[in-house]
């Protein structure tokens, strides 16, 4: 009985994290969430631009970014602006400005579709 209790308790030790462990990796988790935030801040600032190639089926979400503005640069792309409640579809050229900023989902339709994303 001593044997399984003692392959028990090393077991569970490599589980069990202590209270310094804890605090340690929950600053290095703030820390993180930190760098990550300050990079993002740093993306939706004004003159920045996000060119991506979507495929249909894999959209791409973008949320906090205020006054973007969608152009589609071909293929067709489907809009969503949860703050509006509303979606738009735009062909190649066509451009949308957001003022809003909430939550926006862009995806490809029939195909893939290059997108750019422009804070203004």
Do not use: Y
């Not at 009985?1 to 589980?15: I, N, P, Q, T």
């Not at 760098?35 to 979507?54: D, E, G, M, V």
């Amino acid at each position: 009985m001593f044997v399984s209790r003692a392959r028990e308790d090393a077991l569970l030790a490599g589980k069990n994290q202590g209270l310094v462990d804890a605090l340690l990796q929950r600053l290095a988790d703030a820390a993180w969430l930190r760098r990550r935030k300050s990079a993002l801040a740093h993306l939706f600032t004004a003159r920045k631009s996000l060119t991506a190639i979507l495929a249909e089926g894999n959209p791409l979400a973008v949320t906090g970014a205020g006054n973007c503005r969608v152009e589609c640069l071909s293929g067709r792309a489907w809009v969503t602006a949860e703050d509006s409640g509303r979606d738009f579809a735009l062909a190649p050229g066509q451009r949308l400005m957001l003022p809003d900023s909430g939550r926006i989902v862009v995806s490809a339709i029939k195909g893939p579709a290059r997108v750019r994303l422009r804070w203004a």
